[in-house]
Nanobody
Framework: QVQLVESGGGLVQAGGSLRLSCAPS????????MAWFHQAPGKKREFVAS????????NYADSVKGRYTISREDAKNTVYLQMSSLKPEDTAVYYC??????????????????WGQGTQVTVSS
């Protein structure tokens, strides 16, 4: 069983940046897909970005394209979400997710096997 631990959330002013990290407890194999979702108060959890561990192919929600960057660091077995030009509407709990292999629609929660506990990101205006 893989456990995902997120870190890096916090309070930032609009226009600022934050970097989230996700460290799986077990080894990440090349077949894995890692992703970030977020859930704003009163809303459903939504896809933010994904990355295939092998090859590093990425995908982003339209709302974050050009502002967020997902990446992975093999040596540290860690996935990052670099968030820039943050807006108040980016305020949410951000969750790291992992899939043992690519299946289904990677922008949906059902495609993922493992979830972190979430980290709060608050953007003030």
């Amino acid at each position: 069983q893989v456990q995902l631990v997120e870190s890096g959330g916090g309070l930032v002013q609009a226009g600022g940046s934050l970097r989230l990290s996700c460290a799986p407890s077990g080894r990440i194999f090349s077949s894995y897909v890692m992703a970030w979702f977020h859930q704003a108060p009163g809303k459903k959890r939504e896809f933010v970005a994904s990355i295939r561990w092998s090859g590093g192919i990425t995908n982003y929600a339209d709302s974050v394209k050009g502002r967020y960057t997902i990446s992975r660091e093999d040596a540290k077995n860690t996935v990052y979400l670099q968030m820039s030009s943050l807006k108040p509407e980016d305020t949410a709990v951000y969750y790291c997710a992992g899939a043992a292999y690519s299946r289904g629609v990677l922008t949906t929660e059902n495609a993922y096997d493992y979830w972190g506990q979430g980290t709060q990101v608050t953007v003030s205006s």
